[in-house]
């Protein structure tokens, strides 16, 4: 219709608003319409198939949302070695407001609340949220059953 609306010559275009809005009511009323090319359209499956891209998109979304929230809370140990030559501890981080980011050295972990399984020994903890100053310290893990680290975040003041 656009490009009949736009040809140079004026005996190939609508000849009149009449013959464009009789043509835009049949588009939208689901009818065929014949566009440029001479091949007939039909619109009648138009307003479904954009319900089901939407449909599918919200679907999408909230599994990718679930996944990462359930990727983000199991136990995720922050170095891999030989197993029975290193020992593990527990660190239970949890920040004020939640769902800042967790790095132990230098590596994303996740988001708090978050419990992980790092080796034992010193480790570089940083915190960093959105809108807040990051927290960063060394912890020194030993053979307690869990270690809680609770951080409250400082928010950056607006300029």
Same mark, same amino acid.
Request: with cysteine.
């Given at each position: =219709?656009?490009?009949?609306?736009?040809?140079?010559?004026?005996?190939?275009? *609508?000849?009149?608003?009449?013959?464009?809005?009789?043509?835009? $009511?049949?588009?939208?009323?689901?009818?065929?319409?014949?566009?440029?090319?001479?091949?007939a359209?039909?619109?009648?499956?138009?307003?479904?198939? %954009?319900?089901?891209v %939407?449909?599918?998109?919200?679907?999408?979304?909230?599994w990718? *949302?679930?996944? %990462?929230?359930?990727?983000?809370? $199991?136990?995720?140990?922050?170095?891999?070695?030989?197993p029975?030559?290193?020992?593990?501890?527990?660190?239970?981080?949890n920040s004020?407001?939640?769902?800042a980011?967790?790095?132990?050295?230098?590596?994303?972990?996740g =988001?708090?609340?978050l419990? %992980? $399984?790092?080796?034992?020994?010193?480790?570089?903890v $940083?915190?960093?949220?959105?809108?807040?100053y990051?927290?960063?310290?060394?912890?020194?893990?030993g053979e307690?059953?869990a270690?809680?680290?609770s951080?409250?975040?400082v928010? =950056?003041?607006?300029?």
């Amino acid at each position: =219709m656009i490009l009949k609306c736009l040809r140079k010559k004026p005996e190939e275009r *609508y000849s009149d608003g009449g013959q464009l809005a009789s043509a835009l $009511r049949a588009a939208v009323g689901g009818r065929e319409t014949a566009v440029a090319g001479g091949k007939a359209v039909s619109t009648k499956y138009a307003v479904p198939a %954009l319900l089901l891209v %939407l449909v599918l998109s919200v679907a999408g979304g909230a599994w990718y *949302y679930v996944s %990462l929230r359930d990727t983000v809370s $199991r136990v995720v140990p922050s170095r891999v070695e030989e197993p029975g030559t290193v020992k593990y501890s527990a660190l239970d981080v949890n920040s004020s407001p939640p769902g800042a980011r967790v790095f132990v050295d230098g590596d994303l972990q996740g =988001m708090t609340p978050l419990r %992980l $399984r790092p080796t034992q020994g010193k480790h570089e903890v $940083r915190l960093s949220l959105t809108g807040y100053y990051e927290w960063e310290a060394q912890v020194d893990l030993g053979e307690e059953p869990a270690t809680p680290l609770s951080v409250t975040l400082v928010p =950056m003041e607006k300029q």
